[in-house]
């Protein structure tokens, strides 16, 4: 998909319900690809830093209570930012089309002559259950689900949930965001026939590394939820695939689960660390604590990279210094083979890697090679050396744990 | 995630409801590293291409009437070949834990203290309708949806579905695999006091760009099922919202929608083409009618790049000629410089950019240089040149497209 075929589009897409790996392809292209990105409170804010350098971010999220941005003016930014050309993506949690006014939004385009298209995302209402234990379909227990959401539209008049007739379902019944309505909804339950003992569970951050969930029935969850100072929004499944959990609740018991940790690397290089620890289980905050930055004194570098046909040996001391030697070389030439003869060093493996990458031979390895001549041909392209051990030493990952 | 991790682990994997982009990172990540690949009849064939060449693969997908392997027998395989080591992916379409199986899939495994991962999908209960034109929730017509299978479990004695129950909701109705019982359903639903005039949408393929989609109402769709001849699996929609499908029907709008298109490029080069082609809407169909293939005289090749130095000039005259080149020159060379100094001269956009990929200048490109010099140059390296105009010749993709 070329970038032309995007301008004046808008995209309605979903994120999914939290953990990163649960994005689509489509969706991380579309990020990739946006000059304008309007999203609303999220499970998880790394989406947001897949966005292009120069892509907009605007805020259009709500919470309960509080409203960021009307609804009417969100659909009128959409039209106005897409008639300007840009491609626009609309993020939203889950998915755009279940419970996210990605409908409304999707008729408002539609009526201003805007195009756009869909792009779906994995809902949490069975993600979140899933990664608790909870398959909310199985042939044991139900023929299907219902969803509702607690959470009703506050224009309305009266209360659209027809508590008789959800009391009588004898399939799963999956709640979204009603957890400060969780004690009316149990009792009205009740009161219209639904056993007492009915299992529920109710789950918060679902598929992140925050992931909480309280388990108990419809007479005791209410008490659970104050109990826990639990709070929303969280996915609420009331039937009897509850039980499985159990057994199969196998994303809570990953070794790193709980763990809040925090990456400290800058942020080139976070990510790769980030995506592992959080296949583990754990809930990740990246803080760079460090930023590679360009050499102050620029005319050293410049005579360096003229005269490089001049070395004997070039010294990569970190991944780092690869990466900004070839920076500045690639602005100066355009051809790798212009690095001329000179023999190359690197201090580890990572940094080998990164040469190899550019298909480069590494000749040495200082730890096996510490003879003097290699010292001296570090001296000689000292210029250089400054920026690279400065990025060494900023490289270590500082690394902070604690129980969530 | 490293390699080791994965050893005798099995990964519930969701493929999605079709559109291979509907696919989730960590589901094309578990793909590309399994060993084994246990999959169903899924909507798209595509995601078995991305499984590595050593992968095992394993079809356990059944039809309505024709089980290829008793879930029994699926539980078991799973187990055994966890015990061997492996790392097994189990592909479902849409998501392994709605009406998937997954549940009981993931006790089994549990009870053999296999360990296990849920890969959640996106599921075809609302992308299809979505890509049909219809949001299964919208504040307009709903508060929520139930979703059921028309297909139930044979060795139950009776229907578990409560037409009665079913007939009151006010909530979008979503039934699975009900295609053959449409008849008997919507009956059912108007008998219970459901209106005769309430929307129903089909569609199958969804997703895909063989998607079909029949509107009606519960009482004119099982007749429409018959006249337009429209087979299972699809999702069934019930409900007001059907009626959004006029103006929100965007997938089925796209310019190339409804084209089947063979696409007969090699395999290493189809997957881009085929990409872009079905984000347009289309069908496709990968047939490569051509193999690149090494040349037979390998002794002109071998003294060709043992000799690089000499030559003035080397021309690519295709992408594939400069991937073959240089799978060659590293299995001699471990470093690009050896290529030495010569001028390097590409057919054309395609393949210059190939060489800038490796941080090659191009010097020349043909349609502008057709000077005497460099058709010298180009018989200097006579040897090589016959692969590549071979490759050339080969690489012009034949396409051929009809109506679906």
Redesign the interface.
Known sequence: ?NKESRAGKVYLV?A??G????????A??CIREADVLVYDALANWEFLRMAPAHCELIYAGKRSKNHAIPQGDVNQLLVDKAHQGKSIVRLKGG?P???G????E??KL??EGV?????????SI??A???AGI?????DFC???????GH??PTKPES???YA?LA????TLVILMGVERIGIISRELIRHGMSPDMPVAMTRWG?TGKQKTIVGNLTNIADLVTQHQFEAPAVTVIGK?VS?RE??N??ENQPLFGQRIVVTRTREQASQLS??LS?LGASILEIPTIRTVEPTQKGYLKDAFSQLGSYEWIVFTSPNGVDWFFHWF?KIH????S???AKLAAVGPATAQKLKD????VDAMPHKYVAPEIVRSMQDIQSLENVMVLLMRAESPARTSRKN
């Open positions: 998909m979903g999914g319900p953990d990163p790996g649960l994005l689509t392809l489509k991380a292209e998915d089309y279940l419970f006014r990605g409908g409304e999707a008729e539609r009526a195009p756009f298209e869909v792009v779906h995302g994995v809902s069975y993600a259950p899933g990664y398959p909310i379909t199985h042939r023929s299907g689900f219902t969803v509702i959401t009703e539209d659209s949930l027809d007739h009588q379902t004898r399939e598929t695939v499985l057994s199969l196998w994303f995506q592992k296949r690639f355009k051809d790798i083979r690095l001329g003869g550019l298909h480069l031979d």
